[in-house]
């Protein structure tokens, strides 16, 4: 039986970053600002390292091409279909949209990307954008995106910690300054900047944008969902559970424990443990772990029951 083990996650420094993940989530790194940390990857661009155990410094990706058995009977042919992130929005995030896993394999030769958003702080009148206010056609879309006036037709959403935004591909999105948040999505790096508030790279240069490519792939209308979690909160013994996201790539449950909460990883998936407050213990065959506050789990599929318990609130993540 495959054992469970901690995650190192990939750093990202991009411009509009702070350091609460450093302050308040327990990152240990050198990267300023720290803007992203990948925590559970095997995507190019910023794989996950293993933390401990017989497999120690060797990459995710390395591991699940030893034991594929590890992501379970669901997984589907490709490998893990997920990647796992916490961000750190101290400036407001460009206004991006990322493609459908048809266009995206057509188009960029890799999968589409649709994520969920799990607000984990949120400053007083921090926003989400997130589709427009109403329909529009793609002649005024690319019109106002020329004129600068595109943010007037955009939804824009108040939040606060525990709201969920599920963002299907092809769906007008923007993180707003003064918001942490854990992201969960397809094992993508597609983005489609659409309106980046006339920002500069670290050589002065405007930023990219990826009109055409946008004008391809957006969906057009006001958003199709709310910022609530998909199911309600249920009481179980000593935990309540609530199913916050669902769809063909992951499902998403949190779980917040108050005394010990019994979980099992069986034959059919993964479970990825990502704790989002307080000290979790997890028990499996007489073996315990802590995880703390910002840290990830990888559970491989088969390692069967387990235990959690601690005051704490972990984001378990499976197929």
């Not at 058995?69 to 992130?85: F, R, S």
């Not at 991006?96 to 188009?107: D, S």
């Not at 994520?115 to 106002?144: C, N, Q």
């Not at 004129?147 to 935004?165: C, F, H, S, Y």
Request: aromatic share 8%.
């Amino acid at each position: 039986m495959l054992k469970p083990f901690r995650l190192m996650p990939a750093f990202k420094d991009y411009l509009w970053g702070g350091e609460r993940l450093k302050t308040e989530f327990g990152k240990q790194t050198d990267t300023s600002p720290l803007a992203e940390s990948w925590e559970l990857s095997i995507h190019k661009d910023g794989p996950s390292v293993i933390a401990e155990g017989e497999w120690r410094g060797k990459t995710l990706p390395e591991f699940l091409s030893a034991h594929p058995e590890a992501l379970g009977t669901d997984c589907p042919a490709g490998g893990l279909p997920v990647l796992i992130k916490l961000i750190d929005a101290k400036q407001q995030l460009s206004v991006q949209v990322h493609p459908t896993e048809e266009y995206a394999q057509r188009v960029e030769h890799e999968h589409g990307k649709t994520e969920m958003w799990y607000v984990l702080t949120a400053e007083p009148g921090a926003e989400l954008l997130y589709g427009f206010k109403k329909e529009i056609s793609k002649v005024d879309f690319r019109a106002h995106i020329q004129d600068g006036t595109l943010l007037e037709d955009i939804n824009a959403v108040k939040v606060q910690p525990g709201d969920v935004l599920f963002i299907d591909a092809g769906t007008l999105h923007g993180i707003g300054a003064g918001i942490v948040i854990a992201e969960i999505q397809q094992n993508s790096n597609s983005t489609y900047r659409i309106f980046d508030y006339q920002r500069r790279d670290k050589d002065g240069n405007l930023r990219e944008l990826h009109i055409d490519k946008a004008l391809d792939v957006t969906e057009r209308c006001a958003p199709k969902r709310n910022t609530k979690p998909f199911g309600p909160e249920i009481q179980r013994d000593g935990y309540t559970e609530t199913l916050l996201g669902l769809c063909d790539y992951f499902s998403v449950t949190r779980i917040r424990v108050s005394s010990s909460a019994q979980l099992c990883a069986d034959a059919r998936s993964y479970h990825a443990l990502l704790c989002t407050n307080g000290t979790a213990q997890v028990e499996l065959d007489g073996q315990n772990a802590s995880l703390n506050k910002g840290e990830t789990m990888f559970m491989p599929a088969g390692c069967g029951a387990y235990a959690l318990s601690g005051h704490c609130e972990l984001l378990v993540t499976t197929l």
